[in-house]
């Protein structure tokens, strides 16, 4: 099973300030996917393909990385960018995902 | 406008069964793989169960293996998840997915299962 370590747990950044979001696999992926899930609303798909933007996500989200290392920053936080982000690779099975990343705003 | 509504959940107790469904339209159902994924409360994402865009294969997480069945019939556009012998760790909102080549792109609003006695 190929685990997905997410990091910082929790962050809280300031309105405009840069925010990058990491995710370490214990394996090689081929992609890498990121979700935003506010509240208790469902998962919203932000980056797929490792660095290719979801409709109408805003483009100050941006993912990279290759290999067992990626990467999701938000150029210029906003209020509404408050929500837990999980990143989940599909390579192989088991599909997992990372255990979050609780992004506050200040 | 691709909708995917979930249905069925509820209090069960241990040991029992309960099938979910998934009510999927906005889109030809029959060209897209599904999956389901569960978040038990205050926790994270985990994936459970995938099945291919016409049912010939599919893929559980080891802890459901044996106990859940991923299915889908195409003619009503609808997924299912029968979940037998539940126990308690099953408890959480399940969330129906679409699979487009790969991606988890759309998601359902998720239904609430609660395993207890």
């Known amino acids: 099973e190929i685990v997905l370590t997410q990091s910082p747990t929790t962050m809280a950044a300031s309105p405009g300030e840069k925010v990058t979001l990491t995710c370490l696999a214990s394996s090689s992926v081929n992609y890498m996917y990121w979700y935003q899930q506010k509240s208790s609303a469902s998962p919203k798909l932000l980056i797929y393909?490792?660095?290719s933007l979801a409709s109408g996500v805003p483009d100050r989200f941006s993912g990279s990385g290759s290999g067992t290392s990626y990467s999701l920053t938000i150029s210029s936080m906003e209020a509404e960018d408050a929500a837990i982000y999980y990143c989940?690779?599909?390579?192989?099975?088991?599909?997992?995902f990372g255990s979050g990343t609780k992004l506050e705003i200040k | 406008e691709v909708q995917l509504v979930e249905s069925g959940g509820g209090l069960v107790q241990p040991g029992r069964s309960m099938k979910l469904s998934c009510a999927a339209s906005g889109f030809t159902f029959s060209n897209y793989g599904m999956a389901w994924v569960r978040q038990a409360p205050t926790k994270g994402l985990e994936w459970v169960a995938t099945?291919?865009?016409?049912?010939?294969?599919?893929y559980y997480r080891d802890s459901v293996k044996g106990r859940f069945t991923i299915s889908r019939d195409n003619a009503k556009s609808t997924l299912y998840l029968q979940m037998n012998s539940l126990r308690s760790e099953d408890t959480a909102t399940y969330y129906c997915?679409?699979?487009?080549?790969?991606?988890?792109?759309?998601w359902g609003q998720g239904v609430m299962v609660t395993v207890s006695s």
């Open positions: 997915t679409r699979d487009t080549m790969g991606i988890l792109d759309y």
């Open positions: 099945i291919s865009y016409d049912g010939s294969s599919t």
């Open positions: 393909y490792t660095s």
């Open positions: 989940l690779q599909l390579t192989s099975t088991p599909i997992t």
